[in-house]
């Protein structure tokens, strides 16, 4: 008997999660006893290597091995985002002939940030099927609300190359605040706070009997613990150039291990105030003399290289209470995911942004694939009493068919479905004739809310046919 389950795909780390025979959500565990698996894959010359084991990667093979894909997954390769994670990664992005990014793995191979994430995923669906000792065909998968069109259908393709159906792709502010278990207890007003590996989310939800109604998302897709990993090597960059007198920006692998030793010390820095950093073979000089390098790290130090990527979570959350028409104090509580909000001066900050101490559970990062699970059980009739209301991030835009220069459509055009309208919703406007007797109107369909066509991202064009002959 086939089974679904719930996924949360994240940026750095992913986890799935099940129903056990008491109806109650269960996080799987890897082979390493681990609740999350890192969404890393190396492209080894034996063949590809998932989770945890690809971290030796990283030591041998930085350019062949992927990480942060899901910043990639339906993006084109002339995408300003794109470009600007091109100068920082490790690894070598193209552009695909459809314009889109592709993962260059050397001697004229590529491989698709969708067949990456398809690879996490069918380890997510691994696991799931020697815990449930069955098949896993179906699946709900968690998505960052911001996401667009083109960012949802590349998560759908990863999951069916996967062999996975994806039942719904729910926001993870909505998966986090229903895993959370804010559908129990009375009416209250939630502001879900989702700072992961990669991206923050933010959602105002108003949760009553059961209903789950979301009234705003927003959120910054580049924000997250990568950010944070990357400005601790940067300043730790410095620290070799001043300490040993060596330049080590230009040698991936020692980028790499700065990069696994800054991250251990951001985790244990979330709990201490001061841990040690020890590489003993950070890189080998032309001598074959290995580079050994050590030093103290503060919790303070930490703070103060990423205050500026902190200060950057305050914009999205006043967005998202002003998108719902609401104030600070009108929250009853703020729900606090991921694993970047474990970080003190995270949760400092967003106190300080609500005026009101956060909430949080005892595993964040676990929380958003067990809203996917109940999400699962809520849509087979498990659990009875909830319906999620959710809303569209983005705005939708309409205007009669054109096409510059290069053929492409341009012009001005008509929003219609303005962002975090509630879906489903209906909305008319109307559209005359140019000419006599006209039988047929084209028109091109856009995502996004600027009345400038350039500025948004063009989703295709339908007609209206067969119109009776008019003045």
């Avoid at 109806?23 to 082979?31: H, M, S, V, Y």
């Avoid at 400092?348 to 676990?366: C, Y």
């Avoid at 005359?432 to 009345?451: C, H, P, R, V």
Wanted: proline share 6%.
């Amino acid at each position: 008997m086939s089974q679904a389950v719930g996924i949360d795909l994240g940026t750095s780390n992913s986890a799935v999660a099940v129903l056990d025979d008491d109806g109650r959500p269960r996080i799987l565990t890897t082979a390493e006893g681990s609740t999350t698996l890192p969404s890393l894959v190396w492209f080894s010359p034996q063949g590809a290597v998932v989770g945890e084991a690809a971290r030796e990667g990283l030591d041998h093979s930085p350019d062949v091995t992927i990480f942060g894909v899901k910043r990639l997954m339906g993006r084109r390769f002339d995408h300003p985002d794109v470009r600007r994670m091109a100068r920082v990664l490790p690894y070598e992005l193209v552009a695909a002939p459809n314009g889109y990014t592709l993962i260059a793995l050397g001697q004229g191979q590529t491989v698709s940030p969708e067949e990456v994430s398809a690879l996490v995923l069918l380890e997510l669906r691994r696991m799931a099927e020697a815990f449930l000792g069955g098949e896993v065909v179906e699946a709900v998968i968690t998505v960052p609300a911001w996401f667009d069109t083109a960012q949802r259908q590349a998560t759908k393709d990863a999951a069916e190359i996967a062999g996975l159906r994806v039942r719904r792709l729910l926001s993870e502010p909505t998966a986090a605040a229903f895993g959370h278990g804010a559908h129990r207890g009375e009416r209250r007003r939630f502001v879900v706070c989702d700072l992961g590996g990669g991206t923050f989310d933010v959602a105002v939800v108003d949760v009553d009997s059961g209903v789950f109604e979301v009234l705003s998302t927003t959120g910054d897709p580049f924000l997250g613990g990568d950010d944070v990993d990357r400005a601790i090597v940067e300043n730790l960059v410095r620290d070799v150039r001043v300490g040993k007198g060596l330049d080590v920006s230009a040698d991936a692998g020692a980028i790499d291990r700065l990069r696994v030793a800054a991250q251990r010390a951001k985790h244990e820095l979330s709990a201490e105030l001061s841990t040690s950093l020890h590489i003993p073979e950070l890189l080998l000089l032309p001598s074959g003399k290995a580079v050994e390098y050590s030093r103290s790290l503060r919790r303070d130090e930490v703070e103060l290289w990423s205050a500026p990527l902190f200060r950057r979570l305050e914009s999205p959350c006043r967005d998202a209470l002003m998108r719902a028409s609401r104030s600070a104090d009108q929250v009853d509580d703020v729900l606090l995911v991921g694993g970047m909000t474990r970080m003190p001066a995270v949760r400092r900050q967003l106190a300080r942004i609500f005026g009101k101490e956060p909430s949080s559970v005892a595993n964040p990062e676990e929380v958003v694939a067990v809203g996917a699970a109940l999400e699962v059980a809520r849509l087979d009739g498990q659990i009875d009493g909830v319906l999620i209301i959710d809303v569209c991030a983005r705005g939708l835009s309409i205007s009669p068919a054109t096409s510059g220069p290069s053929g492409a459509p341009t012009g001005p055009c008509d929003l219609v479905i303005g962002p975090n309208s509630v879906v489903p919703t209906r909305e008319h406007r109307v559209f005359l004739t140019k000419q006599a007797n006209q039988q047929a109107i084209e028109f091109d369909l856009w995502e996004g809310s600027s009345s400038d066509a350039a500025s948004n991202t063009h989703l295709g064009r339908f007609a209206v046919v067969e119109l009776p002959p008019a003045p």
